[in-house]
């Protein structure tokens, strides 16, 4: 095997390898829909990182997976030095799509699939990561492990997270009978590359191949409980109640209003709720819903925080509740490292890859890796923007040109820096 040179060399990935491999993976926890349900630490899960793994083995790679279940398929460099990542995360929404996540880490499988073929090796080792629980409807917050991976979150804070359903996550990572016995992070990164779906309607609508992605906009994550009263619906009369719904419904309609008063970059989403005891004739007691709030600028991220705070206390007045908010998460915009970038945009230009610069509405786990590696994101287009849905959808040649800058970019990296 020779060390890649840095030359203008006719590389590619295997098209049709990578799109059967996506398409095999999304047979896992497929829906009914088209979509894919592979809820992190699932048994769906399970089955699509252990097939995942199956193809890391079958690549000559090593794989490890640390404390919280994060994987790395390692194919070894020339030299024993600080590894490229590239990867994204195969946990997906209840009623997700088949590409967002899944295509980060299979187009790093095909990079290394390629680099084999061609008897190809490189001086830096390449990892590929599958980051546990990225989307953040199991267990909150999002992007998780890779918050735990860069020191962000304590292991035994995440091993702690309960869902929905009061399982935990340690528990559930057990369950799974994964050998977790990689530390969680401590080591140095060279580099993180993620290749991403845009989950927006502008790359495809200005006709492009691919995006660069600048920066990764800011976002905060509420629970907020609120609660009133339960009693008979037929009975109480309408001013002695305590309607922790309808505090609800004013604290939902109040954050659609910070949401437009911050667009068109701001966003403002009241997405999941939960109502005590739910039943139509008793006066709702108590009320869990999540808030999730996002901007690209600081300064404004936090003229919004300020706003749901004054929204959750007025509708506390507005329907005489008492209430708790709680601080899920609160991530600062990221800047992504300028190096990576530019190598990024020259190697498109290369490949005659027509992109533009982008910033990312959706969190990824490269928001957290920028904290301690030079870190850059890659963007497809994808149809109609659509995304967290079963209808979502790429096309082949979106995630070629995307897997081929992959490729590109991820050589550059292992062989020059
Ligand atoms: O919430 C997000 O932006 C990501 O899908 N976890
Ligand atoms: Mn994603
Ligand atoms: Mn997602």
Redesign the pocket.
Known sequence: MNVMERTNHNLRINADRLWASLLDMARIGGTAGGGSNRQALTEEDARGRLLFKQWCEASGCTVSVDKLGSMFARRDGLADLPPVLVGSHLDTQPTGGKF?GVLGVLAGLELIRTLNEAGLCTRRPIEIVNWTN???CRFAP??LASAAFTGELSEQAVLDTRDAAGLRFGDELTRMGLDCSTPLGGRSIAAYVELHIE?GPILEAENLDVGFVTIGQG?RWYDILLNGFESHTGSTPMNHRRDALLGAAHLIEAVNVIGKNHAPEGVASVASMRVMPNSRNVIAGEVLLSI?VRHPVQARLDEMDRDVRAAYAACLKSAGLTGTIIDISNCPPVPFDSNVLDIIREEAGHLGLKGRDIVSG???DAFHLARIAPTAMIFTPCRDGIS?NEAEDITQEWATNGANLLLRTVLRLANEI
Do not use: W
Request: glycine letters at 16%; charged letters at 30%; hydrophobic letters at 25%.
């Open positions: 967002d990225e989307e953040g999002a992007m989950q976002h999730d959706a969190g990824h967290h």
